[in-house]
Each structure stands twice: as structure tokens, then as C-alpha cells.
């Protein structure tokens, strides 16, 4: 089955440091997504993204979040200027069509990012 | 605003006894439900959905609208149904997916 993969798997980083986290979601989905679980609490949504634009964002998805689309294959989560409290696993997931058509959603392993 | 409650975060049953695992939701308009599934050191999958009225695995789930609940059911538990498993909400046009806390379920052999 074909699978979305999340590079890396573990980020460390210093406070105040950009992040960049990749994704290249299935070939064929039109939808995608980045998630983020903060130890201990639930998966949270951050935003969705389809036809190369943010369909929706959550109030954690503030200025110093950021995704992009560069090519025909990445998915790319950016965070400016990261926080201690931004340390979480970041999952990114896709879809053929979009969840709120109770489309299955399609997620990666993970990213855990560490901010020191 | 949409919610997703999972009252308990710790599940052990017994191998073939049944299971029960609680969600409740609120929302006020017409919601779409599903049970996500992590396996140890496996990704988070879809388990079903309850516009599909599947059964997946053994369980089912049934949307109850008066009680706002959908519950996960099995009636005899395997030791491989060991996971973490989340309920989680969206609704017709809206792209965020809502999910409860979790509850971890653990099969006691």
C-alpha cells in the first residue's frame, strides 16, 4: 500500500532556530495535512492545504507556521522562529478528496521535533 | 466547537472477553465519526468510519445521535488488538479532524 513518508524522524533544535519538516504525501492525493501531538495530549490539526493554498488553519497555526508545496512531490511544514513549547511529533497526512467528504486520511510516521 | 471525549485513558481486558471503548462528541450539526488506530511503533490508520457501517478487525461502532456517543465494540478481544486507539470527528465541508485523548487498550493474555 502506498505510504506518506515524514523526513527526518527526529529533529533537535535550539529555541529561536527555523524548522523545516518534509513530507511527500501520496502520489495521487489532492489533499494534505499537518497534525502535531504534544506529549501526553491529543493530536491536534494545524492546516489543510489543496490546489496549492491553505484551506483551513487552526489558532496554533500562527505566523510562524508556514507550508509549502515547492514541487509535484513535497510537502513542507516551516516554522520560523520555534518555541520550547513548540516541541511535538508532527504528522502529516493526505487524502484523495478532503476529510470533511468522511474521506480516510493517510498518515506519516512522524517528525519528532525537540526545541532545546 | 467540536469535541471529542475518550473518559478513560487506560483499557485492560482479559483475551476474549468483550470490549468497550467510550467516545462521546459534541457538535452541533451533522457529524462525521471515526476510529483511528496506532499499532506500537506502527503509523496512525483509519480503523472505520461510521458512514461506512463496517466492521473492521471484529469491531463496529454505532453512531448514537441522542447520546452522542460512538463507541468501540468487539466482543472477543484478541491480544493483537493491543493499541492506542483514537475517536475523532469532522463535519461535511470542514477539513479539521478532531480528535479525543486516546485510550490505550491492552490485552491481557
Known amino acids: 500500500e502506498p505510504e506518506v513518508t515524514q523526513t527526518p524522524s527526529h529533529q533537535v533544535t535550539q529555541m529561536g532556530q527555523e524548522v523545516i519538516l518534509r513530507c511527500v504525501p501520496i502520489?495521487?492525493?489532492?489533499?494534505f495535512y499537518w497534525y502535531r501531538q504534544i506529549l501526553g495530549q491529543k493530536v491536534e490539526f494545524l492546516v489543510s492545504?489543496?490546489?496549492?493554498?491553505?484551506?483551513?488553519k487552526s489558532e496554533i497555526f500562527d505566523d510562524q507556521f508556514s507550508v509549502e508545496r515547492p514541487d509535484g512531490s513535497n510537502f513542507t511544514l516551516k516554522i520560523r522562529s520555534t518555541k520550547l513549547e513548540d516541541s511535538a511529533m508532527y504528522f502529516c497526512?493526505?487524502?484523495?478528496?478532503?476529510?470533511?467528504?468522511?474521506?480516510?486520511?493517510?498518515f506519516g510516521s512522524g517528525t519528532q521535533l525537540s526545541v532545546l | 466547537a467540536q469535541r471529542v471525549t475518550q473518559p478513560e485513558k487506560l483499557l485492560s481486558v482479559f483475551k476474549g472477553a468483550p470490549v468497550e471503548l467510550k467516545c462521546n462528541y459534541s457538535y452541533s450539526g451533522s457529524p462525521e465519526l471515526f476510529w483511528y488506530v496506532q499499532y506500537s511503533r506502527q503509523r496512525l490508520q483509519l480503523l472505520l468510519r461510521?458512514?461506512s457501517r463496517e466492521s473492521i478487525k471484529g469491531f463496529t461502532a454505532d453512531l448514537n445521535k441522542g447520546e452522542t456517543s460512538f463507541h468501540l465494540k468487539k466482543p472477543f478481544a484478541q491480544e493483537e488488538d493491543s493499541a492506542m486507539y483514537y475517536c475523532a470527528l469532522s463535519n461535511f465541508g470542514n477539513e479539521k479532524l478532531t480528535f479525543g485523548t486516546g485510550t490505550r487498550l491492552t490485552i491481557i493474555p
Open positions: 497526512a493526505s487524502s484523495e478528496r478532503g476529510t470533511g467528504t468522511n474521506e480516510k486520511l493517510f
Open positions: 492545504f489543496y490546489n496549492n493554498e491553505i484551506s483551513e
Open positions: 502520489s495521487n492525493h489532492l489533499y
Open positions: 461510521h458512514i
